[in-house]
């Protein structure tokens, strides 16, 4: 499912944009995403046909890539997994030349609007490592409260944080 904003097109990756997706990654996206390694080309696209195949089958993930709606480039990624019948997981990264223009707040925005929706989810869920500043404005800037802390598989801290989510009209 595609989603159109003014300056913003989110849409289901490809096989063919690995590459593409593959170059917005960076030390400090690794690092917040806690990945053992930097990926390689083989990673994303495995990643890009796991996700795929969620949205083929209705499945618990939907991964967006973030493009410009002028240009069509990637700047980015959103998604969402269902962890339960009310709350989904939200996500998001942008590549470094298209970081602190406040993309991943309006990428998110259109995600969790798809979340309420489609998903018919109540509440997003936010886990952001401490000290990854910008993503913990991003999580500010979306309303979202904090609302405690948890360890992660690779030994840092989360802080948790909760967006209350409506179906529009509701």
């Not at 994303?44 to 089958?57: D, F, G, K, T, Y």
Request: proline share 2%; glycine share 8%; aromatic share 8%.
């Amino acid at each position: 499912m595609v989603i159109d904003s003014d300056t913003l097109r989110l849409r289901p990756p490809t096989v063919a944009d690995a590459r593409e997706w593959l170059a917005g990654e960076d030390d400090e996206m690794a690092r917040w995403f806690e990945f053992p390694r930097r990926s390689t080309l083989e990673d994303v696209e495995r990643a890009i046909e796991r996700w795929s195949e969620s949205w083929r089958l209705d499945g618990e993930v939907r991964c967006w890539a973030i493009c410009d709606a002028a240009t069509g480039a990637i700047v980015g990624g959103v998604d969402l997994q269902r962890i339960d019948q009310h709350d989904v997981s939200l996500a998001y990264w942008v590549a470094v030349a298209w970081r602190r223009q406040g993309i991943a707040t309006r990428a998110a925005e259109l995600a969790l609007g798809y979340a309420a929706t489609v998903m018919h989810a109540s509440r997003a869920v936010i886990k952001v490592l401490v000290g990854n500043t910008p993503s913990i404005a991003v999580a500010k800037h979306l309303n979202a409260r904090l609302v405690g802390t948890m360890r992660s598989d690779a030994g840092g801290t989360f802080l948790i944080f909760h967006r209350a989510l409506q179906r529009e009209g509701s």
